[in-house]
């Protein structure tokens, strides 16, 4: 079993920023993708960013140029540097991994099937 414990979310302005991060085993990080997702009140789970193991990242059209995704495998962490936060942004977060490229990865909606092992969530909130 893989385990995933995100930190780093919180409440800010819009236009603030904050950091995510997912801690992870380092054969995770080194294997496997890994990726943030997010779902709001009401709202179906959505891909926002992925890396897999070759570096490759992929991003939601709603984050790009806003959202960065990285890894440390000093710290065995996969970070998500949100900038420029919207309301809209506001939603759980959460880390995944799983075994696939991020080349496979399609619209967002339909990337939860590619991901086997999740964290429980981390709050962000942004308000106007």
């Known amino acids: 079993q893989v385990q995933l414990v995100e930190s780093g979310g919180g409440s800010v302005r819009a236009g603030g920023s904050l950091l995510l991060s997912c801690a992870a085993s380092?054969?995770?990080?080194?294997?496997?993708?890994m990726a943030w997702f997010r779902q709001a009140p009401g709202k179906e789970r959505e891909g926002v960013a992925a890396?897999?193991?070759?570096?490759?990242?992929k991003f939601a059209d709603s984050v790009k140029g806003r959202f960065t995704v990285s890894k440390d495998k000093r710290k065995n962490t996969v970070s998500l540097q949100m900038n420029s936060l919207k309301p809209e942004d506001a939603a759980t977060y959460y880390c995944?991994?799983?075994?696939?490229?991020?080349?496979?990865?399609?619209?967002?909606?339909?990337?939860?099937?590619?991901?086997?092992?999740w964290g429980q969530g981390t709050q962000v909130t942004v308000s106007s």
């Open positions: 995944a991994s799983g075994p696939n490229g991020v080349w496979v990865l399609g619209r967002t909606d339909q990337w939860t099937p590619f991901f086997r092992d």
């Open positions: 380092a054969a995770t990080l080194n294997y496997y993708s």
């Open positions: 890396i897999d193991n070759s570096g490759a990242t």
